[in-house]
């Protein structure tokens, strides 16, 4: 009889390599974690190799490898866009640590894992579209239609973070509050990116009232009505809402599983799901705008799956 092996999971991020192993019953174990060698293909190449060798025990010859990380995958040609981790950028990454590990190897963008994660297992379970949204300290995403994860060209999609949208006014309480477009590192100017994430969110306290806070710190000013604080956060709905709503209109997604560290924020996803619902065509009965299952890990259990649809 012939058995489900188990799938290695890798996440790669900024700063860390995490090893893990979804079993047949889609369960994850965390097995490892190390700083990652972010600059050398030979010192990232020869820890992934030992990471796996030292728990090889968890797996078998036929388990495949299931990456998810932070950066782009090419379509057609297979290669990394991951400025940040100049190790593997530019790299086919999946063909390289197949030949070297003599096993299958699949690579995906984290968001898009994610998404995937939370469309098959997670707070999208049952829907047929859905977007995932990741508020971290930036804004990325993600499309999950018919449990499939849909790769656009060049390997971009949900990136509804970037596109010159953000509003240049927003009315509160019957003042109206003017900001500026601030250019982003995509190259345009007015990108959500530059107000939406935990990072987007400290910018925008600054340029509305010229203090430096955390984001953590804003968000339990709010939560404690201190002015300044509630300000912003007002501010940040409606900046944020607008393109999530228009999102949501584009893609016909029924449900927004939402991804990275603002998502464990329960009052503010409450809040953004409110004033998501204001803006989107047709409104719905259940909360459009959800924390994800999988807010840690959920890259890796998408990948995992992926590897399984892909097998
Ligand atoms: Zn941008």
């Not at 590192?185 to 994430?197: A, N």
């Amino acid at each position: 009889m012939s058995t489900t092996p188990a799938v290695i999971c890798l996440d790669l991020g900024g700063s860390f390599v995490k090893l893990g192993v979804m079993d047949a019953q889609q369960q994850l174990t965390i097995l490892d974690q190390q700083k990652i060698p972010a600059d050398s293909w030979p010192d990232f190449t020869a820890l992934v190799s030992r990471m796996i060798q030292q728990h090889q025990l968890h797996f078998s010859t036929d388990s495949p490898l299931a990456i998810s990380t932070a950066g782009i995958v090419a379509p057609d040609s297979g290669e990394m866009f991951a400025s940040n981790i100049p190790a593997f950028h530019q790299r086919n990454l999946s063909q390289a640590l197949g030949e070297l590990l003599q096993r299958k190897v699949i690579v995906h963008n984290d968001a898009d894992c994610f998404t995937l994660a939370e469309a098959q297992a997670g707070v999208g379970k049952g829907h047929k579209v859905v977007f995932g949204a990741i508020i971290g300290s930036g804004v990325g995403g993600g499309l999950v239609a018919d449990g499939r994860i849909i790769t656009g060209q060049n390997g971009l999609t949900g990136e509804w973070g970037h596109g010159p949208i953000t509003l240049t006014e927003v009315d509160i309480e019957g003042e109206t509050i003017r900001l500026p477009r601030q250019p982003c590192p995509c190259g345009q100017k007015g990108c959500l990116d530059s107000y939406g994430g935990a990072r987007g969110l400290e910018n925008l306290h600054r340029t509305l009232h010229d203090v430096n806070a955390s984001s953590l710190d804003i968000i339990a000013g709010w939560q404690q009505q201190e002015v300044q604080a509630n300000r912003t956060i007002q501010v940040w709905l409606q900046l944020v809402s607008q393109p999530l709503a228009y999102t949501i209109n584009i893609t016909g997604a029924s449900l927004v599983a939402v991804g990275g560290g603002l998502a464990s924020v329960t009052a503010l996803m409450e809040a953004l799901n409110e004033e998501v619902q204001r803006y989107v065509l047709r409104s719905t009965q259940h909360p459009l705008v959800v924390p994800g299952a999988f807010a840690h890990n959920g890259g890796m259990i998408g990948a995992a799956l992926l590897a399984r649809q892909v097998a």
